[in-house]
């Protein structure tokens, strides 16, 4: 299959998630790190995690473009810089958490329950970079406005999935598109999904796929060491 198709087929599977999901649907989708579940409702969001049997204190993060932490992240000159070297220059996929622009004209039409479970102590979390899937889809929903949510998907606690048919029965059962484009790229035996670097200290959220990379990074570039205090699932 040469560039330009699976190019294609990356931008109608991107639009055809975007569709249900904005609609109030729930979609499975592969991203290098693992597969994800996601929506943007109220209803959609609750049901996922009670499917998960996932905890609220443990929110949802925004599926994300550079674009969508550039318009409701609070960062500085520095944060930013970091988060570009890691994409252009080693494109490596991360989450970001960081303080957040609540009265952002793009968070208007979210849900107040959606946005109360996917932010934590007046941060957001935003997953970047998690490949072409990911990246397309990201930037439709900042294109169109349409902030879309979710987590990994999996029964929590259970470790992140690399395969559609490895996804628990429960969870697959309340998707209303699934997308199988076959084993994630960073897929691991220790199941774990992306790395979670927290920008206000450079603390470690979770330790993910990727971390040794993404800390030499920040070590060797920005004199950053992080702490690897985080979780691993």
Do not use: W
């Amino acid at each position: 299959m040469n560039e330009a198709v699976i190019q294609n087929r990356v931008e109608e599977d991107a639009r055809r998630t975007f569709e249900v999901v904005s609609g109030g649907g729930i979609a499975i989708i592969p991203l290098d790190v693992a597969y994800a579940i996601l929506g943007r409702t109220e209803a959609a969001i609750k049901r996922i995690f009670a499917a998960k049997r996932r905890s609220y204190e443990k929110p949802s993060g925004l599926f994300a473009c550079l674009d969508h932490s550039l318009d409701l992240h609070v960062l500085g000159d520095r944060d930013r810089e970091i988060q570009r070297t890691l994409i252009d220059e080693f494109d490596l996929p991360f989450s970001t958490v960081a303080p957040f622009r609540r009265d952002h004209p793009m968070l208007a039409g979210v849900d107040p329950f959606v946005l109360e479970s996917s932010t934590k102590a007046g941060t957001m979390d935003m997953l970047l970079n998690a490949g072409p899937l990911h990246s397309a889809l990201a930037k439709l929903s900042h294109a169109e406005a349409t902030p879309l949510f979710g987590s990994s998907a999996n029964l929590s606690l259970t470790g992140s999935k690399f395969t559609l048919d490895d996804i628990e029965p429960e969870i697959r059962a309340i998707a209303d598109i699934e997308i199988d484009h076959g084993r994630c790229k960073y897929a691991n035996e220790e199941g774990v999904s992306s790395t979670i670097v927290d920008f206000r200290d450079f603390s470690v959220v979770r330790r993910g796929c990727c971390f040794e990379t993404l800390s030499g990074v920040f070590r060797d570039r920005f004199d950053i060491e992080l702490d690897d205090g985080g979780e691993t699932a």
